[in-house]
RNA sequence: GCGGCAGUAGCUCAGCUGGACAGAGCAGCGGACUUCUAAUCCGCAGGUCGGGGGUUCGAGUCCUCCCUGCCGCGCCA
């Protein structure tokens, strides 16, 4: 609702400096100086040359409106706003009847942002890492939606080159071991356990696999396993309520041509050589520390090369923004990638890279040690079965990308209070228990016109000042691309209604006192339902 | 060595274009269930915002230097 506000700032300003040119900054103060306030004077009086406070008084004289209860100017030049009550009933009728609704923005304008995430190679499970970039890039996706921002979503799929040979041998390489023969592992190959089982059922599929010359055999393999391994990523990220609009194949890209096409076209444009046998794209042109090769030795392209196609690709499709989600580890990519989309005459801009960081996975505060050797991972899977896909989305969430992430399982598993998800779930719940308790003893309740006036509670303007945020919320997730934001609102929007639910009953004797806080309650409960859904997280009735 | 991120209460972390006495949860201590779910609530206690300089009317937030931790610097992806 700041935007609101915000506009009437802006008449109040135009009003009394009809020539300034300033951007109107709103915020919500300490409750004890009122319900908003903008520091616009102090940007004023850097142009204006005039004291902060002589420049509020004037703007605030011209500040009016039916909802505003009082406007004062207080320290070195805030202007602070009180608002009436009756903009306060305006919001919990706004959500009443809006439902889920509520929140829709229009920022976006219909601008077409494409989201890119997950995209893990299929060689193996999803890991606990993947998860924390699927929760940001799902519920992101989700939320730009609502700010009205035309959200496709993409997995891009690394079905081709070495990695998928290396799972094609190491899928053979354990038929072998289970026909008893000797055989030496590959030293790069995947040694987890689900190779050994991809290997076992490899075997009864292709029962003459091992007969078959071994780079025939390979190549069906790396083929066959690396579907049956999608097929499994995309079963989870389901269980973990994150889908796809589309994917997209980097094997297709090297079969329609598009990575030697690319190349030619850097070539054309100057920006690529040749040194020790290989192509080199001259990424420091752009700002890279050192040049790249897209063409090995050995005639191969790079991953780096389907990449750059891929990302042209993705320009040529028109969106306004592209958002890769990638783990942090991959942060020295991003000024090639850039490097070649200005090459190419793109504008690098239209490309946000969202580096996730690291989850440090603990079991009782203690770090839990993998042996990379082995093979050894925590599954997503593993972790939905454990702590469920509620409590691990909802604590995804609750560090920006920026953290590192201290994901103890043992606490996760607890399901008690240390765990913020059941907390604002269960404030959810409480209200749909409301409903049924007055049910059960025939109580009415209606949300038919309700006599907002009688909420006259402290505790009751709280809540409603904290419903009004919600679509700031939303705002200011979409613009910095960070939902985190959003678990935390939920969290004290919640933390207001258990203590508010502690303190005052919502059955009363009083018809019209009942339906009032009723009518409040269910507002705070469609808030959270739209709020969970965001962070894909469920909103139970019963708990 | 170069680069990225982090360094805020005992622990895990928030902190909205720089704003008005620095916030939450957990842990600790003390209270509240014949009344809409105690997975809850109320209260107390707890911090020279890693350190030094600087810019500003104003710095946890911006600049600079230093310290510590994690990560990256392949003709791997």
């Known amino acids: 609702m700041k935007s609101e506000v915000a ?17 109107i900054h709103v915020e919500y103060p300490d409750k004890r100086y009122g319900d908003y306030a903008t520091n616009v004077a102090f940007w004023l009086s850097k142009v204006l040359k005039k004291p902060p406070r002589e420049i509020a008084t004037k703007i605030a004289v011209n500040l009016k409106h039916p909802f505003i209860e009082k406007v004062e100017v207080a320290g070195p030049g805030f202007i602070n706003i009180t608002m009436n009550e009756h903009w ?76 998928i040979r290396m799972l094609g041998e190491s899928i053979w390489a354990r038929c072998m071991e289970l026909q008893g023969k000797e055989v030496e592992f590959p030293e790069d190959g995947y040694r987890g356990n689900y190779v050994v089982d991809l290997a076992k059922e490899a075997l009864r599929e292709f029962p003459d696999i091992l007969e078959r010359p ?44 598009e990575v030697s096409r690319i190349i030619e076209e850097l070539k054309a444009k100057g920006y690529i050589y040749e040194k020790d046998g290989a192509l080199w794209f001259k990424s420091t042109a752009f700002g890279d520390e050192k040049d790249r090769v897209v063409v090995r030795a050995t005639g191969e392209p790079t991953y780096f090369a389907a990449d750059i196609a891929y990302h042209k690709n993705k320009m040529e ?31 690098p801009e239209r490309l946000k890279v969202l580096l996730i960081q690291m989850v440090n996975l603990l079991k009782n505060g203690e770090p839990v040690v993998l042996s990379k050797r082995a093979g050894e ?31 103890d399982i043992e606490i996760a598993k607890r399901q008690t209070e240390e765990n913020p998800v059941f ?56 613009k910095t691309f960070e939902p985190h934001r959003l678990t935390y609102y939920l969290t004290e929007l919640a933390s207001l209604f258990h203590g508010y639910y502690n303190r005052f009953r919502v059955l009363t004797e009083d018809e019209a006192l009942r339906n009032a806080r009723f009518a409040l309650c269910e507002a705070v409960r469609l808030v959270i339902k739209e709020g969970l859904n965001l962070l894909g997280v469920s909103a139970p009735e019963v708990m």
């Open 88 to 163: 306060w009933h305006s919001i919990v009728k706004k959500i009443l009847t809006l439902k889920e609704g509520y929140g829709q923005l229009s920022i976006g304008n219909g601008k077409r942002i494409q989201i890119e995430y997950v995209s893990a190679n299929p060689t193996g499970p999803l890991h606990v890492g993947h998860g924390r970039g699927a929760a940001v890039g799902d519920s992101l996706a989700r939320i730009l939606k609502k700010a009205g921002y035309e959200v496709e979503r993409e997995y891009y799929i690394n079905d081709a080159g070495r990695q």
């Open 317 to 347: 499709r028109g969106y306004d923004t592209c958002i890769d989600v990638w783990g942090a580890d991959h942060h020295g990519y991003i000024p090639r990638v850039k490097a070649s989309m200005a090459a190419l005459g793109y504008n």
């Open 214 to 257: 071994k780079d025939e055999a390979v190549e069906v393999l790396a083929q066959w396993g690396k579907d049956k391994l999608l097929k499994q990523i995309v079963d989870d990220l389901r269980s973990f309520n994150v889908s796809f609009d589309s994917f997209f194949s980097e094997k297709s890209l090297h079969e329609s041509g």
């Open 7 to 23: 506009f009437l700032l802006k008449k109040a300003l135009v009003a009394t400096y009809p020539d300034a040119k300033v951007q």
């Open 377 to 407: 991972i925590i599954t997503l899977r593993w972790l939905i079965n454990e702590v469920g896909t509620d409590a691990a989305r909802f604590i995804f969430l609750t560090r920006k990308c920026d953290s590192h992430l201290d994901f």
């Open 423 to 478: 907390y604002v779930q269960y404030a959810h719940a409480r209200v749909c228990s409301i409903k049924r308790t007055a049910q059960e003893r025939n109580i009415t309740l209606s949300l038919n016109e309700p006599d907002l006036s009688l909420l006259k509670e402290e505790e009751e303007k709280e809540l409603m000042r904290k419903l009004a945020q919600f679509p700031d919320v939303i705002e200011n997730c979409a």
